[in-house]
């Protein structure tokens, strides 16, 4: 009965690998949210989706590529993985209204580039 | 534009003895303010959050975070710490047109010592 489980859970790759980190709510939002969180816990909103609707894209490398099949799923895909992308991704949900909804957080994949 | 100031980066409190951890912020509308927590290798857990309804909030856990307007500060306490209170704290704010707009303040580590 987990709210948002992602999936998978540590994730270690060689530079140069394309991957997927799977997002799946339960709560019915209608809001979904892709975040990176780096070595000093520094947390950065990397995409929004709204009813399957992207909203948010702050700047990130074109390699990433979110999807999202229906309200409930979020996906993350990453193309030509850099060293640079080690770090925990949190996925994320809320409900679009009223606007003070808060995020709820899945348990983040650690992701590792060797 | 927003911003939120964690002024700590690291807390240390003995066991029983009172919670501090300090947010000031920044909005050009009327914000709402939230606190979650990030145990070690778990997503973030919503502590509180403040709507404008009340300006002292409480939360679970037995913690509590006072909006101050003319301060512009969001502080977080707890009268007596836990051993199970060590964590990252992050303080959050979001201007109430839209909860997409989500700013993460840098966090505090909140030691607990036996």
């Known amino acids: 009965d987990t709210a948002v489980s992602q999936t998978p859970k540590y994730l270690v790759t060689q530079m140069g690998n394309d991957k997927s980190i799977k997002c799946e709510q339960n709560l019915g939002h209608d809001t979904m949210y892709w975040y990176k969180q780096d070595s000093k816990k520094f947390l950065k909103i990397m995409f929004s989706y709204n009813n399957k609707e992207l909203i948010i894209n702050e700047t990130v490398p074109n390699r990433f590529s979110p999807k999202s099949p229906d309200k409930a799923h979020l996906n993350l895909h990453i193309n030509s993985l850099e060293l640079g992308d080690s770090a925990v991704y949190f996925c994320?949900?809320?409900?679009?209204?009223?606007?003070?909804?808060?995020?709820?957080f899945g348990n983040g994949t650690r992701l590792t580039v060797t | 534009a927003q911003s939120v100031t964690q002024l700590d980066s690291h807390v240390s409190v003995s066991e029983g003895t009172p919670v501090l951890l300090r947010c000031n912020y920044s909005?050009?509308?009327?914000?709402?303010l939230f606190w979650y927590v990030q145990h070690p290798n778990k997503g973030l857990q919503l502590l509180l959050k403040y709507t404008s309804a009340a300006t002292l909030v409480k939360g679970i856990n037995g913690f509590e975070a006072e909006f101050k307007k003319s301060e512009t500060s969001f502080h977080l306490t707890k009268p007596s710490a836990h051993m199970s209170d060590a964590a990252e704290y992050f303080c959050v704010v979001s201007d109430q047109r839209g909860y997409q707009k989500v700013t993460f303040g840098t966090g505090t580590k909140l030691q607990v010592i036996p």
């Open positions: 909005s050009s509308y009327s914000p709402s």
């Open positions: 994320a949900s809320s409900s679009r209204q009223p606007d003070n909804s808060p995020l709820h």
